[in-house]
Structure formats: C-alpha cells, structure tokens
C-alpha cells in the first residue's frame, strides 16, 4: 500500500515567490496536517484539514493556505517567501482528526 | 499546549534495552501520550501511544506512571536502525489530536 506522498521533494526559490506543495494520503484517510520543520527542530503545526475543511491552524502568519481536495489530497501555499521559511514541509494523514498520523517524507524548501 | 520535557540526547548500546524518559507535569485528563521517533532524512514514524495504562506493541512498550505526569519508552533490544530522534508528545482530543513536538531526544546506538 502507497504511504502518504508529497512533491516536489526539493524545491529552490527565492524571496518573494510563491510556492505550491501537494500531498496525497494514504487512501482511505479523511484529515490531512501540514507541518514545518526547520534544521535542528521539531516539527510545528501548520494546518489540518478534515473532509476538505479546516479544523486547525497553528501559528503561522497569513502567507501560508492550505487547502483539500475532494480526493482528500492537500495543497500547502506559501507566498512571498521570506528566507526563514526554508525548511522542511511535512505532511501527514489520519483516518480522521485524531489518532495516529502518518507521515510522508517531506519537501525540503530552499528559498535563496 | 501542554508541555513535554526530554532530554536531549541518549546513548545505547546495540541489543541492550533503551529506557527513554518524558516529563509531562501540565497533561490534562484528555490528553494521550504519543511518541514518534524521526529517522535521518525522513518523516516522523509513529511509534505507540497511550492514555493511562502502559501499552505494548510489536516495536516498543510504553510506562506510565501512576499519576501520568512522567511516562518512558522501553525498546527492549536496540538495534542501529533505532538511532533517531525521539518525540514524546501529548494529543488532546478535543483539539483534533493536532501534535506539538518539542526538540526530542536523540539516541545514538553503539554497535
């Protein structure tokens, strides 16, 4: 069975653009999460989306959207792209809200 | 969010148990403990996780304590593919089970 899949799984951009990331999960699974993972941290909580709707957002500034498909896949936006958001975007699915997540393994985001 | 205390960095020797400890003195009634560990380069993995009992499963057991304000994660015969970071993280249901990671702890394995 395929895992959760994100791409691109590197991306190069430079301040000011904007920037796309996608997310499938596992099949059967309803709630998508996005987080961030900066070099040497944890990962943050970016968004979580269940059946197409948000259900959470961390603290992260307007700049970042995220939105989910009826296919339950998840596309994580970032505009105007400061240097400090290059990190390590993850994201994860879950049969719903709670329990376990399982996670893909990441876009790695440069922004130069 | 309530908080997780771990230390930062572990070592073990391979084939010898590891007993990797978090503080969870804040954790409310509706909170689950779950742990998921990072392996180099990939994703967070999840591991096990548990409300008040300690729990087993086919990759490690979960203590925890009476008052459920500590908890441990036993892998009970280490092995090199177990040298990640490991994240020790409360889930509370009425948030969505959303999970606030801390900086972990991470354990390096000595063959």
């Known amino acids: 069975d395929a895992g959760v899949t994100q791409s691109p799984t590197h991306l190069i951009k430079t301040r000011g653009q904007h920037v796309t990331l996608r997310c499938s999960p596992i099949?059967?699974?309803?709630?998508v999460s996005w987080y961030q993972q900066v070099l040497g941290q944890g990962p943050q909580f970016i968004f979580q989306?269940?059946?197409?709707?948000?259900?959470g957002r961390g603290n992260f500034p307007d700049r970042f959207s995220a939105r989910q498909f009826p296919n339950y896949s998840s596309e994580l936006n970032v505009n105007a792209l400061l240097l400090g958001d290059s990190a390590l975007y993850l994201c994860?699915?879950?049969?719903?809200?709670?329990?376990?997540?399982?996670f893909g393994a990441g876009t790695r985001l440069s922004v130069l | 969010d309530a908080k997780t205390t771990q230390p930062n960095s572990m070592e073990s020797n391979e084939e010898e148990p590891v007993h990797l400890p978090c503080n969870h003195s804040?954790?409310?009634?509706?909170?689950?403990i779950h742990w998921y560990r990072q392996l180099p380069s990939q994703g967070p993995e999840y591991v096990i996780h548990?409300?008040?009992s300690n729990v087993n499963n086919r990759m490690a057991s979960l203590a925890i304590a009476e008052d459920r304000k500590s908890s441990t994660l036993i892998l009970h015969r280490a092995t090199l593919r177990d040298a990640a970071v490991y994240y020790c993280?409360?889930?509370?249901?009425?948030?969505?089970?959303?999970?606030?990671f801390g900086q972990g702890t991470e354990l390096s394995v000595k063959p």
């Open positions: 994860a699915s879950s049969l719903g809200t709670g329990g376990i997540q399982y």
């Open positions: 099949s059967g699974h309803k709630s």
């Open positions: 989306y269940y059946e197409k709707e948000e259900r």
């Open positions: 804040t954790i409310s009634g509706t909170d689950y």
């Open positions: 548990g409300l008040t």
């Open positions: 993280i409360l889930s509370r249901v009425n948030q969505g089970g959303k999970l606030i």
